[in-house]
């Protein structure tokens, strides 16, 4: 007798399954990788566990991916 084991999604356990884009092995915010294991914006997350770093145009300001071309910001809004 076998029985037949399904893929959970599971944020947070450092797999990359169904709609999650990133998996850091954590559910925390501004890492790169938000609570819903997607991509947060200004960075890119490779490997499994993912690894998320600034983005082309990003650099980290107070532990956070910032745009360097930005001319006027406003909280975590940009505007030229």
């Known amino acids: 007798h076998?029985?037949?084991s399904?893929?959970?999604?599971?944020c947070?356990?450092?797999?990359?399954?169904?709609?999650?884009t990133c998996d850091d092995?954590?559910?925390?915010?501004?890492d790169g990788c938000d609570?819903?294991?997607?991509i947060e914006a200004g960075y890119v997350c490779d490997q499994i566990p993912s690894n998320c770093t600034c983005d082309f145009n990003y650099e980290l300001i107070?532990?956070?991916c910032v745009n360097t071309e930005c001319k006027k910001?406003?909280?975590?809004?940009c505007y030229s």
């Open 73 to 77: 910001r406003i909280g975590n809004m």
């Open 2 to 4: 076998s029985t037949i």
């Open 62 to 64: 107070d532990h956070i």
């Open 35 to 38: 609570s819903n294991c997607r």
């Open 12 to 20: 947070g356990d450092g797999l990359i399954v169904y709609n999650e």
């Open 25 to 30: 092995q954590n559910t925390n915010q501004l």
């Open 6 to 10: 399904e893929c959970v999604n599971i």
